[in-house]
T-cell receptor, first 112, second 109 residues
Framework: DAEITQSPRHKITETGRQVTLACHQT?????MFWYRQDLGHGLRLIHY???????NKGEVSDGYSVSRSNTEDLPLTLESAASSQTSVYFC???????????FGSGTRLTVV | QKEVEQDPGPLSVPEGAIVSLNCTYS??????FMWYRQYSRKGPELLMY????GNKEDGRFTAQVDKSSKYISLFIRDSQPSDSATYLC?????????FGPGTRLSVLP
C-alpha cells in the first residue's frame, strides 16, 4: 500500500544545531508540503513543492529550508534550531492543487 | 478577519447525539471543501471532500456547503466515542489552500 512516512517520530535537539526531518511518500504525488502545528495556531505552512527541483516558501518559512531531488522525498532542514521551533511537524502530499492531502504521522521536535 | 474561522471548542456531547461542526470563510474563490479528522498524536486524515455548493453524505457523516453564505458544516449522526477527535475544515481555490484551526470534539459514553 502507498504511504507517507516521517522520521524520526520524536527528536530532542539543542539550540543552534542543524536538524533534518525526513518525509518519504510512495503515492507518486507531485505536490508535497511541510506544516507545523501548535496550540492556538493550527496548521501553518512552512514550505511546499509542486515537483522535482521546485520549492516555495510558506507563511512561516524563516529558519527552515527544503530541497526536492526526487518525487518521493522532501526533507525539512532547520538551519540553526531555536526554542520557538519546538512543535509538531507534519508532512503531506497530494496529487493536485485542489485535491485532499495525505498526511504523515508527524514528528514531535523539542529544542532545548 | 481570518480567512477561515472555526470554533475551537472543546465540544462535549453524549453518545448518540447529532454533532454539528461549522466553518466560515471569507475568500469567494474557494471551490473545494474538505473535512479532516485528527486523533490525538496522529496526522489529519481526509474525511469528506466536496466541490462547490450542496450536500454530500457518507455513512454517519454529512458535509454541507453554502457558498452564498460562505459557510460549511459537517454533521455526525449517532455519534460514537470513537468520533472523539479534532475536526479541521479546509478549502481551496486557485492557488490557495487553507486549513481552519480545528474543533475538538469529545463524545462521552
Amino acid at each position: 500500500d502507498a504511504e507517507i512516512t516521517q522520521s524520526p517520530r520524536h527528536k530532542i535537539t539543542e539550540t543552534g544545531r542543524q536538524v533534518t526531518l525526513a518525509c518519504h511518500q510512495t503515492w507518486n504525488h507531485n505536490n508535497m508540503f511541510w506544516y507545523r502545528q501548535d496550540l492556538g495556531h493550527g496548521l501553518r505552512l512552512i514550505h511546499y513543492s509542486y515537483g522535482v527541483q521546485d520549492t516555495n516558501k510558506g507563511e512561516v518559512s524563516d529558519g527552515y529550508s527544503v530541497s526536492r531531488s526526487n518525487t518521493e522525498d522532501l526533507p525539512l532542514t532547520l538551519e540553526s534550531a531555536a526554542s520557538s521551533q519546538t512543535s509538531v511537524y507534519f508532512c503531506a502530499s497530494s496529487v493536485g492543487l485542489n485535491y485532499g492531502y495525505t498526511f504523515g504521522s508527524g514528528t514531535r521536535l523539542t529544542v532545548v | 478577519q481570518k480567512e477561515v474561522e472555526q470554533d475551537p471548542g472543546p465540544l462535549s456531547v453524549p453518545e448518540g447525539a447529532i454533532v454539528s461542526l461549522n466553518c466560515t470563510y471569507s475568500n469567494s474563490a474557494f471551490q473545494y471543501f474538505m473535512w479532516y479528522r485528527q486523533y490525538s498524536r496522529k496526522g489529519p486524515e481526509l474525511l469528506m471532500y466536496t466541490y462547490s455548493s450542496g450536500n454530500k453524505e457518507d455513512g454517519r457523516f454529512t458535509a454541507q456547503v453554502d457558498k452564498s453564505s460562505k459557510y460549511i458544516s459537517l454533521f455526525i449522526r449517532d455519534s460514537q466515542p470513537s468520533d472523539s477527535a479534532t475536526y479541521l475544515c479546509a478549502m481551496s481555490g486557485g492557488q490557495n489552500f487553507v486549513f481552519g484551526p480545528g474543533t475538538r470534539l469529545s463524545v462521552l459514553p
